[in-house]
């Protein structure tokens, strides 16, 4: 080859590699900020309803509580609390908060009391306030403790990130993560440390827990672990019978619970929380130690507690249940749903995390799925279409003049106030560049959020203005998360971005071929479908096979994607990569993929 065409085929060869980068790690994007706007210009100057500003005053200062002998509980550095156990050998940590500073600080406050090596860390379930302070626990990296979860953990993290972006996206607006000094608490807690969009992956569990209850001697006590579906289908709670602890995860803390999460979640089986309740009741324990809010002693009155949460659960399951058989729509069944008077009053029922509403959608859902029985629903208007046709029949201004008609009613009621948000969304939508829409649409949802007692409908409504006002930065620096991923998962999540629009008359089949770890994967893309095989790195393969194949190490497409490593200087002087085939080809085929998801 010579020299023109060597540095032809280097740029073909940068080019191609480079969109490659884009496709399986551009897993945000940034929404343009404006600079001379402030949060606190935006939303300052809300009002927080009375209920919600007297539970802020309930939240608890960070502190290490001795709860009996040998257990203690983190509580107020993060959303989540940090449990240690101490045997006679070691300490079990139990969660490890979202945040490796938090975690950090709470390790300061552990050794205060105990000095003894952690020797087994426990996931209570998937969700990341749970595990991602793990590294700060880890005190000797060449001895590194045990992590124990049940056997299911790790294949529903990686469903999370499937829809990583829309599930970072949920998570921002339901914890309010960007309102600074506006946010109120996230209901479990006085704030979710992080600002999702700094990812790693934890350290995954070595030791499965595979049975619905398993005991074990640990660091020289006797643990139970027991399978207590719930919040989430891996959920485990910790029973230490010595001590008479029982540590339930998220299946009980003192709010009503989280039957359905409008961050965006599947629906959560409320028959499988309540019986897991159950379960926890029928042990009888003298000390409660969840994994959010504070600590409970006493036999009876946890007793008391459990059968009361699973009353909650059962009630709101069952009547949902009565009146889908009446027929009733979801929204009708969601307004109905009101717990009785007797339930309504108990502390641990008030509607700061999960709300009746939320959770009866949420069971209607986990019977009959999205359609609701109404012919009018079987094929809706999108929301542009409905906006569209009602402003060619009633007309812009007229519906803009009702909504604000109804925004500046005294006595406006929060069902009139969803009103003018409609209104002015419907006018919005097609136009986002209409400011009287966007400044009434923008009031109606600060009048929302200020009448709201349930912080996290509150943290939504406002991280909405801010979203509408391009305050909330989506950048991600997905580096670790690729470092500590495995190569089949990276390659899955390339099925999701495929343009099938774009893609219907191709047919091609790619080869990547990981040396270091003998790993070797097929990608055929045919009938607008991206068919992501592994293969045996000794099946024999001829030219014919495929129209492109590369292979390189594990490791050196890893630092590809994370830009510490160019892929010219990979191809042409580390001579670590190499490519069989056209490369005209492989740009083809990346040009089908979405380079943001």
């Known amino acids: 080859m010579d020299r023109t065409s060597a540095k032809r085929e280097e740029r073909r060869i940068w080019l191609a590699v480079l969109a490659f980068i884009f496709v399986t790690s551009a897993w945000f994007y940034l929404v343009p900020t404006a600079p001379d706007i402030t949060v606190d210009d935006v939303i300052g100057g809300v009002p927080v309803a009375s209920d919600l500003a007297r539970h802020k005053r309930l939240m608890y200062r960070p502190q290490l509580i001795r709860v009996t002998e040998s257990v203690y509980v983190a509580v107020g550095f993060a959303i989540s609390n940090t449990i240690a156990i101490e045997g006679k050998t070691g300490l079990i940590i139990v969660d490890t908060t979202e945040s490796l500073e938090a975690a950090a600080e709470i390790l300061t406050e552990i050794r205060r009391v105990t000095k003894k090596p952690i020797r087994a860390i426990v996931y209570t379930h998937n969700h990341a306030d749970h595990i991602q302070g793990t590294r700060s626990f880890i005190e000797t990296p060449d001895d590194p403790p045990d992590i124990f979860a049940f056997h299911t953990l790790m294949e529903l993290n990686h469903k999370t990130r499937v829809v990583a972006k829309r599930s970072a996206r949920g998570a921002v607006y339901q914890f309010g993560v960007r309102l600074q000094g506006q946010l109120v608490d996230v209901g479990i807690g006085p704030r979710l440390r992080t600002n999702v969009t700094n990812a790693h992956l934890p350290p995954p569990p070595n030791k499965l827990i595979y049975k619905d209850k398993e005991s074990m001697e640990i660091v020289g006590l006797n643990v139970t672990f027991l399978h207590v579906p719930g919040e989430t289908p891996d959920q485990i709670a910790v029973w230490i019978p010595d001590l008479r602890v029982l540590l339930p995860a998220d299946d009980i803390y003192e709010t009503f619970p989280n039957l359905y999460a ?101 069971v209607y859902e986990s019977y009959l799925g999205w359609f609701s029985g109404d012919p009018t629903e079987l094929r809706p208007l999108t929301p542009k279409e409905r906006g569209s046709k009602l402003i060619e029949m009633i007309g812009r201004k007229e519906l803009l003049t009702e909504a604000r008609r109804v925004l500046e009613e005294e006595e406006n009621q929060e069902e009139e106030t969803q009103w003018a948000l409609e ?72 099925r999701y971005r495929l343009k099938a629009e774009v893609a219907a008359d191709a047919n091609l089949t790619l080869v990547f071929n990981f040396t270091d770890v003998r790993e070797c994967f097929r990608l055929t893309l045919q009938h607008s479908v991206l068919d992501v095989e592994e293969i045996s790195t000794d099946l024999p393969m001829t030219s014919s096979d495929y129209d492109v194949r590369l292979t390189t190490s594990s490791q050196v497409w890893k630092g590809i994607l994370t830009k510490e490593l160019s892929p010219l200087s990979a191809y042409l002087w580390h001579r670590n990569l190499q490519v069989e085939g056209s490369v005209f080809v492989l740009r083809r085929f990346l040009s089908y993929m979405d380079r943001e998801l």
């Open 423 to 494: 209104l002015s969304s419907h006018v919005y939508r097609l136009n986002e560049d209409d400011v009287e829409a966007k400044q009434l649409m923008m009031r109606a949802l600060k009048a929302l959020a200020a009448a709201e007692t349930n912080p996290l409908a509150r943290n939504y409504y406002l991280t909405a203005v801010l979203d509408h006002h391009h305050l909330l930065d989506w950048r991600i620096n997905p580096d670790e998360v690729i470092r500590g991923s495995e190569m089949s998962s990276l390659f899955d999540l390339m």
């Open 262 to 362: 409008i961050r965006g979640t599947p629906p959560r089986s409320s028959l499988e929380w309540l019986e897991s309740i159950r379960r926890m009741r029928d042990i009888r324990p003298e000390y409660l130690v969840p994994s959010h809010t504070l600590p409970v002693k006493g036999e009876a009155e946890i007793y008391d507690l459990f059968t009361v949460y699973m009353h909650a659960i059962q009630y709101v399951h069952d009547q949902s249940v009565r009146l889908i058989n009446q027929g009733l729509h979801m929204d009708e069944i969601a307004k109905r749903i009101q717990l009785p008077p007797s339930l309504a009053s108990h502390p641990y029922l008030q509607q700061f995390y999960g709300k009746t509403s939320w959770s009866a959608k949420s």
